[in-house]
């Protein structure tokens, strides 16, 4: 491959990080505080390709192409390199959803350790709740802090095996470590909701619901769930 489509292609691929890192859209693939090392890496590949391409320019010359069968069968895979740039440029894929969560029967809560206190929970009617923090309060809070509890959740309905659920997607760092955490719900009105739509709902844990035998999965409650728009931000962190 020629010097120049090298160059060419760096740039391409460099400007689709930038392009993802200064919209919404890298927050689908990594979590938020990547960015500047998103922003930084797309730089990068740009002020190479263009040093590059002035190295080249100055020099007079062009760099020969080379020949021969190896070299002509190993110059194919810098064309790889425009999959990532097609992808950015022409295909907006959704945020992961139910199914990733239903490829998992665990959830993330049964990974942590039980916890010798939690923080206070703020005062009010209704406490609105990460569901990891839910879950791990309900799965390792001895002293039942949440039981009779009204609680706000946010997420996005799953069903399986005849249950329905609120679901997130927990990422330490990007998509591909994405652990489910999520809640099965008990009561009515989540019925009409279509699987993946996101939503808010209030209710009530099940005290003790969240063990071991249930993948540390608690029942909530339902006394009120309404739909929203997709938040920018679909991962927990």
């Given at each position: 491959?020629?010097?120049?489509?090298?160059?060419?292609?760096l740039i391409?691929?460099?400007g689709?990080?930038?392009?993802?890192?200064?919209?919404d859209?890298?927050?689908?693939?990594v979590?938020?505080g990547?960015?500047?090392?998103?922003?930084?890496?797309?730089?990068?590949?740009i002020?190479?390709a263009?040093?590059?391409?002035?190295r080249?320019?100055?020099?007079?010359?062009e760099?020969?192409?080379a020949?021969?069968?190896h070299?002509?069968?190993?110059?194919?895979?810098?064309w790889?390199?425009?999959?990532p740039?097609l992808?950015?440029?022409?295909?907006?894929?959704?945020a992961?959803g139910?199914d990733?969560?239903?490829?998992?029967?665990?959830?993330?809560?049964?990974?942590?350790?039980?916890?010798?206190?939690?923080?206070a929970?703020p005062?009010?009617a209704?406490?609105?709740?990460?569901?990891?923090?839910?879950?791990?309060r309900t799965?390792?809070?001895?002293s039942?802090?949440l039981?009779?509890?009204?609680?706000?959740?946010?997420?996005?309905?799953?069903?399986?095996?005849?249950?329905?659920?609120v679901?997130?997607?927990?990422?330490?760092c990007?998509?591909?470590?994405?652990?489910?955490?999520?809640v099965?719900?008990?009561?009515?009105?989540?019925d009409?909701?279509p699987?993946?739509?996101?939503?808010?709902?209030?209710?009530?844990?099940v005290?003790?619901s969240?063990?071991?035998?249930?993948?540390y999965?608690?029942?909530?409650t339902?006394?009120e769930i309404a739909?929203?728009?997709?938040?920018?931000d679909?991962?927990?962190?």
């Amino acid at each position: 491959m020629r010097r120049e489509t090298q160059n060419i292609l760096l740039i391409l691929l460099g400007g689709a990080l930038l392009k993802l890192s200064f919209t919404d859209m890298y927050l689908r693939y990594v979590k938020a505080g990547l960015q500047p090392l998103l922003i930084a890496a797309g730089a990068t590949m740009i002020l190479l390709a263009g040093l590059a391409i002035v190295r080249d320019l100055r020099a007079g010359k062009e760099v020969p192409e080379a020949h021969g069968d190896h070299e002509h069968k190993s110059s194919r895979s810098p064309w790889m390199l425009l999959l990532p740039v097609l992808a950015v440029f022409l295909i907006s894929p959704p945020a992961l959803g139910a199914d990733t969560v239903n490829r998992s029967d665990r959830n993330a809560a049964q990974e942590a350790k039980s916890a010798n206190g939690f923080a206070a929970l703020p005062e009010g009617a209704v406490i609105p709740l990460s569901l990891g923090e839910f879950v791990t309060r309900t799965a390792w809070d001895d002293s039942g802090s949440l039981d009779n509890r009204a609680v706000k959740l946010t997420g996005f309905v799953v069903r399986k095996n005849d249950f329905t659920y609120v679901a997130r997607l927990a990422i330490s760092c990007c998509a591909a470590d994405a652990s489910p955490i999520k809640v099965r719900l008990t009561g009515s009105g989540f019925d009409a909701m279509p699987t993946d739509q996101w939503v808010e709902v209030t209710g009530k844990v099940v005290p003790k619901s969240a063990t071991k035998e249930t993948a540390y999965v608690p029942t909530f409650t339902v006394s009120e769930i309404a739909p929203i728009a997709t938040p920018v931000d679909t991962y927990e962190s």
